[in-house]
C-alpha cells in the first residue's frame, strides 16, 4: 500500500515537473522567437535608413553633375549655332529654347512622368510674373552676351553672379554665408577663372551686354530659390 502511495506521488510530481519544463522551454522558444524578430526589424530598419541616406547623399551629386553636363552642353551648343551656323538671333534663339522646354514638360506632364505642380492659388500672380520676366530677360541678355564674347569672356562674367547673389541676399534678406562655403565658392571662381582666362575676346558693346546680364541673372535665381525652398516648388514645377 506504502508503495503504491510512493507511485502516484512520484507520478503526479513527475507531471508537475514535465508540464513546468513543458512551460519553461515554451517560454524560452517565445523569447527566442521575439528576439529573432527583433533583430530582423533592427537590421531592416537600419538596412532602409542606409538606403535612404545613401539616396539623400547620391541625389545632390547627381542633380549638381547633371546641371553642370547640361549647362556646358547647352552654352557650347549656342555658341555653335551663332558662331558657325551663323544664326544671328540670340533672342530668338532664347524663345527656340523655351518653347522646345515647354514642349517636353508638357509630354512629360501627360505621361505622368513629372512630380505634383504647387497650388497656384497659393503663389501670387505678380511673383509669378516677375519670376518669368526676370528669367527671360536674363537668357535673353545671356544669348547676347555669348553671341558677341567668347566662352572664356561670358563665363568669366558669369563667375560674378556667384558673389552678387551673396552681397543680393544678405542686402535683401540678411542672409550669412559661412566661411566655409565663401571658401569653396573662392576655390571654384579661381578655378574657372583660370581655365579660361587664355579665351577672352570681347567687344565693348558684348562688355557692356555681360555686365548688364549679372544683375538680372543674380535676382532670377534669388527668386527662384526662396520659390522652392519658401513654397515648395520643385525644379520641375
Not at 549655332?81 to 517636353?104: C, D, E, R
Amino acid at each position: 500500500m506504502m508503495f503504491k502511495g510512493m507511485e502516484l506521488i512520484t507520478s503526479v510530481f513527475g507531471r508537475n515537473l514535465f508540464l513546468k519544463r513543458k512551460d519553461s522551454d515554451a517560454e524560452e522558444a517565445a523569447r527566442a522567437l521575439e528576439e529573432l524578430r527583433g533583430s530582423l526589424y533592427n537590421e531592416l530598419r537600419t538596412s532602409e535608413g542606409a538606403k535612404r541616406q545613401q539616396q539623400r547623399l547620391c541625389g545632390p551629386v547627381v542633380a549638381l553633375t547633371f546641371n553642370f553636363l547640361v549647362s556646358v552642353g547647352i552654352i557650347m551648343g549656342n555658341k555653335l549655332v551663332m558662331g558657325k551656323v551663323g544664326f544671328n538671333y540670340p533672342i530668338l534663339l532664347t524663345l527656340i529654347h523655351y518653347t522646345s522646354a515647354w514642349l517636353q514638360l508638357a509630354i512629360l506632364k501627360a505621361l505622368s512622368l513629372l512630380p505634383p505642380s504647387p497650388p497656384t492659388k497659393t503663389t501670387p500672380f505678380s511673383l509669378l510674373f516677375a519670376l518669368g520676366a526676370v528669367m527671360a530677360f536674363a537668357s535673353g541678355l545671356a544669348n547676347t552676351s555669348l553671341k558677341h564674347n567668347s566662352v572664356g569672356f561670358y563665363q568669366m562674367a558669369k563667375i560674378a553672379v556667384t558673389p552678387t547673389i551673396v552681397v543680393a541676399e544678405f542686402i535683401l534678406f540678411r542672409k550669412i554665408v559661412s566661411f566655409y562655403k565663401v571658401l569653396a565658392l573662392a576655390v571654384v571662381s579661381v578655378g574657372v577663372a583660370v581655365a579660361t582666362v587664355t579665351d577672352l575676346e570681347f567687344n565693348m558693346f558684348g562688355a557692356c551686354i555681360a555686365i548688364a546680364w549679372i544683375i538680372p541673372s543674380a535676382i532670377n535665381k534669388i527668386l527662384w530659390s526662396n520659390l522652392q525652398q519658401k513654397r515648395n516648388w520643385t525644379a520641375l514645377a
